[in-house]
């Protein structure tokens, strides 16, 4: 059964940067993967998703220029640096790979961002 596990998660001030992980178990080749983030109340939104060799990135527009997602080459590991962090980023941040039609889904990490 794939897994995926989220850290790096915390408590930061606005401006300030973190980096977030995410390691996929269960499975051999690799996958298309990203970054969701999800606010109580609210709907959960991209953050970011990156192709299978790492490539090509795609990111959500309240991130752009401050987000950067990568991977581990070779491997359904993934990473997601923030810097410039904001108030409105205080989030749930989830682990997402698209398997066939579905989608798998991380247990997530929060991420608050607080003066």
């Known amino acids: 059964q794939v897994q995926l596990m989220e850290s790096g998660g915390g408590l930061v001030q606005p401006g300030e940067s973190l980096t977030l992980s995410c390691t996929a178990s269960g499975i051999s080749y690799r996958i298309p993967m990203g970054w969701y983030r999800q606010t109580a109340g609210e709907q959960r939104e991209l953050v970011a998703t990156?192709?299978?060799?790492?490539?090509?990135?795609k990111y959500g527009d309240s991130v752009k220029g401050r987000f950067t997602i990568s991977r581990h080459n070779g491997k359904n590991e993934i990473y997601l640096q923030m810097n410039s962090l904001k108030p409105e980023d205080t989030a749930v941040y989830y682990c997402?790979?698209?398997?066939?039609?579905?989608?798998?889904w991380g247990q997530g990490t929060q991420v608050t961002v607080f003066s």
């Open positions: 990156i192709s299978t060799g790492g490539g090509t990135t």
């Open positions: 997402n790979m698209k398997r066939g039609v579905a989608d798998i």
